[in-house]
């Protein structure tokens, strides 16, 4: 062994695959894979976290919007107790999370989940049939 080192690799393995045309297109057709692969995993991961983050950011439909109760009912959850005839207005929504808050209540606002206040009012069961 002297001071070869790398060139002394490089023909080893070049003798072991058939020269050194065939470990160029070796190493060539090898870097060419891992970058498609590389390429294809990038894309990927962009495509899922745009949509990810547009599923995140997108507006809440109901947001501004007075609903109406039309039972009594009671989230022990967020300490809510909801009256017929009582209103709230939605301030955000992030999926099932729903901050409300209820006209003439001091202890304003409150986080509620959806089905809560589908079984307690007039509010739409999903957001796509919001504000029709």
């Known amino acids: 062994m002297g001071?070869?080192?790398a060139y002394q690799t490089m023909t080893s393995l070049a003798k072991k695959v058939g020269g050194p045309k065939a470990l160029a297109v070796m190493?060539?057709?090898?870097g060419w894979a891992v970058g498609r692969g590389t390429e294809a995993g990038g894309k990927y991961g962009f495509k899922a976290t745009?949509?990810?983050?547009?599923?995140r950011n997108a507006p809440c439909p109901t947001k501004g919007?007075?609903?109406?109760?039309t039972a009594d009912g009671t989230d022990s959850g967020a300490g809510l107790t909801l009256h017929l005839g009582?209103?709230?207005?939605?301030?955000e929504c992030d999926e099932d999370a729903i901050l409300?808050?209820?006209l003439d209540n001091a202890t304003n606002p409150y986080f509620v989940s959806r089905q809560f206040l589908t079984?307690?009012?007039?509010?739409?069961?999903?957001?796509?049939?919001?504000?029709?």
């Open 3 to 5: 001071n070869l080192g």
């Open 27 to 30: 190493i060539a057709a090898s």
């Open 50 to 55: 745009k949509a990810a983050l547009k599923r």
């Open 65 to 69: 919007l007075l609903f109406d109760v």
């Open 86 to 91: 009582d209103s709230y207005r939605v301030l």
């Open 100 to 102: 409300i808050e209820v």
């Open 119 to 132: 079984t307690v009012s007039d509010f739409p069961t999903d957001d796509a049939t919001a504000g029709d």
